[in-house]
C-alpha cells in the first residue's frame, strides 16, 4: 500500500480543496504518516474524509478537521501548546512538527502509552504526557500560548481559560453532547472574545469541567 500517495491525494483532496491555506499546517499533514495511528484492522482506511475508532469509545478525527482546528490555533515555531485528548497521537504529531513545545493530556492510560511509543518511535522529543483529567489542564506548566481541546465540553473549562497566556488562543468544541461547534477564545490583556467556527461532532471531554462519565 502506498501510504505517500495515500497521504498526498488526503492534503490535495480532503483539505487544499476545502479551503485549508497554511502551508505550516499542509506541509505537516504531509509529512505525518496517520496510518501509523490506527488500528491494524483500521489501516486501509486510515486516510479516508473520516473519523476512525481507536478503543475505548475513543477516535481518531476526520483529517479535515484535524487541519481545521490546527489552522485555527495560529502556529508557530515558538509556542508552547495544551493538548487536551491525546488519543492515539496523531494531533500530538502534527503539533510536534510545528511548535516548540506540546504538553498532552489523555485520561485513558493505554492511549497515552500508544502516543508516547507512537512520539519517541518518530523522533519527537518535545511531547510531555500526563494521564489525568484534562478539564483540569496542567498548572504546573502554566501559562500556554495555545490550549487544544480535541474533546466535546460544555463549555471551554475555566481552568483552561485561566492557564492560557496573554494573546493566548483556546480552541475546543462546544455545545450539546451530541452537536457542538468549534468556538475559538483569545485572551488579551485579560479580556475575552470568542468566535464560532464549523459544527463538528466530538467524543465527550469526561472530566469535573466536562461531562461524566
Same mark, same amino acid.
Given at each position: 500500500?502506498?501510504?505517500?500517495? !495515500?497521504?498526498? $491525494? ?17 506541509? =505537516?499533514?504531509? !509529512? ?5 495511528? +490506527? ?5 486501509? /482506511? =486510515?486516510?479516508?474524509?473520516? =473519523? ?5 469509545? @475513543? ?23 495544551? #493538548? ?21 493530556? #489523555?485520561?485513558?492510560?493505554? *492511549?497515552?502509552? /500508544?502516543?508516547? @511509543? ?7 522529543? $518535545?511531547?510531555?504526557?500526563? %494521564? ?7 498548572? $504546573?506548566? =502554566? ?5 487544544? +481541546? ?16 496573554? $494573546? ?9 453532547? *451530541?452537536? @457542538?461547534?468549534?468556538? !475559538?477564545?483569545?485572551? %488579551? ?5 470568542? #468566535?464560532? *467556527? ?9 472530566? !469535573? *469541567?466536562?461531562?461524566?462519565?
Amino acid at each position: 500500500m502506498d501510504f505517500d500517495d !495515500k497521504r498526498k $491525494n488526503m492534503v490535495a483532496t480532503q483539505l487544499i480543496t476545502r479551503g485549508i491555506v497554511d502551508n505550516l499546517v499542509l506541509d =505537516a499533514m504531509l !509529512k505525518i504518516p496517520r496510518h501509523l495511528f +490506527v488500528s491494524d484492522d483500521m489501516i486501509e /482506511r =486510515a486516510y479516508y474524509d473520516m =473519523a476512525l475508532d481507536i478503543g475505548v469509545g @475513543q477516535t481518531i478525527s476526520q483529517p479535515y478537521m484535524v487541519a481545521v482546528m490546527t489552522e485555527l490555533l495560529e502556529l508557530d515555531s515558538t509556542l508552547k501548546v495544551l #493538548e487536551i485528548g491525546t488519543g492515539s497521537g496523531y494531533q500530538t504529531a502534527i503539533l510536534a512538527e510545528i511548535v516548540s513545545e506540546v504538553y498532552t493530556i #489523555e485520561r485513558i492510560e493505554s *492511549h497515552t502509552v /500508544r502516543a508516547r @511509543q507512537n512520539l519517541n518511535n518518530m523522533g519527537y522529543s $518535545n511531547v510531555y504526557f500526563k %494521564s489525568a483529567d484534562g478539564s483540569l489542564g496542567w498548572p $504546573n506548566e =502554566a501559562p500556554f500560548d495555545r490550549i487544544l +481541546v480535541t474533546a466535546a465540553a460544555p463549555d471551554i473549562p475555566p481552568p483552561l481559560i485561566e492557564q492560557l497566556a496573554d $494573546n493566548g488562543i483556546a480552541l475546543a468544541p462546544v455545545g450539546q453532547r *451530541h452537536s @457542538q461547534q468549534l468556538q !475559538k477564545l483569545k485572551k %488579551s490583556a485579560g479580556s475575552i472574545t470568542t #468566535e464560532y *467556527h464549523v459544527p463538528c461532532l466530538f467524543v465527550p471531554l469526561i472530566g !469535573k *469541567h466536562g461531562w461524566q462519565e
